[in-house]
């Protein structure tokens, strides 16, 4: 069983900038496509970001495309999030998640289900 750890959350103004990290023990995250969500109180978990099993295709959620940034670095078995231009609508918790299905790439159609494997989640709170 994989176990997820994110990092790199924080309180930040708008504009400002945040690195979140994604730490992956017990199991390789090379081969499978690899996601970013997160959870404002009162509201369902939405997808920001998604980034294939290969590294060579990412998505965005509209809400945050040119101002995210997904990546890997499969030897360090990290997945990171780069985060500008912050906005206050960003605060929330974020989690990663790793696919069930390796050499499968993530269906945005889908919703959260395709993802068997998450962390705990790191706040990130943008004050206006």
């Known amino acids: 069983q994989v176990q997820l750890v994110e990092s790199g959350g924080g309180l930040v103004q708008a504009g400002g900038s945040l690195r979140l990290s994604c730490a992956a023990s017990g199991r390789t995250l090379s081969l499978y496509a690899m996601g970013w969500f997160r959870q404002s109180p009162g509201k369902e978990r939405e997808f920001v970001a998604t980034?294939?099993?290969?590294?060579?295709?990412?998505y965005y959620a509209d809400s945050v495309k040119g101002r995210f940034t997904i990546s890997r670095d499969n030897a360090k078995n990290t997945v990171s999030l780069q985060m500008n231009s912050l906005k206050p609508e960003d605060t929330g918790v974020y989690f990663c998640?790793?696919?069930?299905?390796?050499?499968?790439?993530?269906?945005?159609?889908?919703?959260?289900?395709?993802?068997?494997?998450w962390g705990q989640g790191t706040q990130v709170t943008v004050s206006s």
């Open positions: 998640a790793r696919h069930r299905i390796p050499y499968i790439d993530y269906n945005v159609a889908q919703g959260p289900s395709p993802f068997g494997s």
């Open positions: 980034i294939s099993w290969s590294g060579s295709t990412t």
